[in-house]
């Protein structure tokens, strides 16, 4: 199972939380330089930050890279909640006594301007993107302990269905398809494809949990993005590949090129 070299180790859990202002959501404007009418204004949802723990720190900057490009006006957000456990990235393994706060975490990859994820509506954005690593598998969701069986954060299931309802587009990458899987049952993810080939696809038994969720799974390569135009879910494997950052750089750019087409701005 994916993750699962990491699942049987968790640090114990505090229960310190970022308590955040009221008011309007924090803009990430140093992402962007000019205000121009009719952009899409685009939520952008982490796990915490590093690969093993939390949001895949290199996903999450061709997304805003992308996004920008785009001209997409974006706004961060993450639960206020403590991680699963927190991995010592430079050895790979968990690290004892340890505990982390989701929120404060991300704010580290917004550059501060991190938002409560239990605030975001679909009515305040065009649409929504969640960028991968093991957080939105530990984090947002139990996949890497649970597989099929998971469960997911209350506020991301909320997220992810008011979006849908609402006809807006969501974007999800590398592990973070699943969550649609189960939370959308019968959208179309991909996350590349459904055998390892000699190593290169590690991860390819996921595609086998995602059918098992009730979703339909896509083989993609991975500079691809599959877009399910019934339910406005538009997908790419990145480092769900091993392969080299550009290949993921550009799989990313198909997946926001498409999600920005689909808000109609």
């Known amino acids: 199972m994916w993750a699962a070299k990491f699942a049987n180790s968790r640090s114990p859990l505090l229960s310190s939380v970022l308590l955040l202002s009221k008011g309007a959501p924090a803009s990430s404007s140093p992402f962007h330089s000019s ?7 685009v939520a952008v949802v982490l796990s915490g930050c590093g690969v093993y723990d939390g949001t895949e720190i290199h996903e999450a900057s061709a997304i805003m890279v992308h996004l920008s490009r ?17 991995v010592d990235h430079s050895k790979g393994q968990p690290a004892d006594r340890e505990s982390r706060n989701v929120l404060t975490e991300s704010a580290r990859i917004a550059r501060g301007k991190i938002n409560d994820l239990a605030r975001l509506t679909a009515r305040d954005y065009d649409a929504v993107v969640f960028p991968g690593g093991f957080g939105a598998a530990k984090n947002l969701s139990t996949f890497s302990v649970d597989g099929k069986d998971c469960k997911v954060n209350k506020d991301v ?35 590349g ?32 993005a599959h877009v399910d135009n019934t339910n406005k879910v538009v997908t790419t494997p990145a480092f769900m590949c091993e392969t080299e950052f550009h290949h993921i750089f550009d799989g990313i750019g198909a ?7 689909l808000t109609g701005k």
């Open 35 to 41: 205000a121009h009418l009719h952009k899409a204004k």
């Open 70 to 86: 785009g001209g997409a006006n974006v706004d961060m957000y993450a639960p206020n909640i403590s991680q699963m456990h927190v």
């Open 157 to 191: 299931e909320r997220v992810l269905k008011d979006f849908h309802k609402s006809g807006k587009p969501i974007g999800l990458c590398c592990i973070s398809p699943v969550l649609a899987a189960k939370v959308l049952p019968g959208t179309e993810v991909t996350v």
């Open 193 to 224: 494809q459904e055998q390892e080939q000699g190593g290169k696809w590690p991860h390819a038994s996921t595609a086998g949990a995602i059918k098992a969720m009730g979703g339909k799974h896509c083989a993609k390569d991975v500079t691809e």
């Open 255 to 261: 997946m926001i090129k498409n999600l920005l087409r």
